[in-house]
């Protein structure tokens, strides 16, 4: 089994930072993918950045380019989504979610999601 917890999030003004953490837990598995997705009230639920580990891919949405960077300590299986030059349209609750690989199998998991709120 692997859990994921998220932390980091919270009020910030326009222009400001966060960073948000997720740390995944368990044992006898490897992180294959990770990525962050965010729900605003009302909409659907969007697809932020991601990693692709095999090819090394890194994927964010447009309307994310240049202001969010997505990382991972492979030390302690926490990943991360730096947020720069926040606007009040990035204000969700932002998920992280992994594929990860099992000896024989593979898996996906969602965390719990965190508030992240852009407001003066």
């Known amino acids: 089994q692997v859990h994921l917890v998220e932390s980091g999030g919270g009020l910030v003004q326009p222009g400001g930072s966060l960073r948000l953490s997720c740390v995944v837990s368990?044992?006898?598995?490897?992180?294959?993918?990770w990525g962050w997705a965010r729900q605003a009230p009302g909409k659907q639920r969007e697809l932020v950045a991601s990693f692709t580990a095999g090819p090394g891919a890194v994927y964010y949405a447009d309307f994310v380019k240049g202001r969010f960077t997505i990382s991972r300590d492979n030390a302690d299986n926490t990943v991360y989504l730096q947020m720069n030059a926040l606007e009040p349209e990035d204000t969700a609750i932002y998920f992280c979610?992994?594929?990860?690989?099992?000896?024989?199998?593979?898996?996906?998991?969602w965390g719990q999601g965190i508030q992240v709120t852009v407001s003066s």
């Open positions: 979610y992994v594929h990860v690989r099992f000896q024989e199998s593979r898996d996906s998991y």
């Open positions: 368990g044992s006898g598995f490897s992180l294959d993918f």
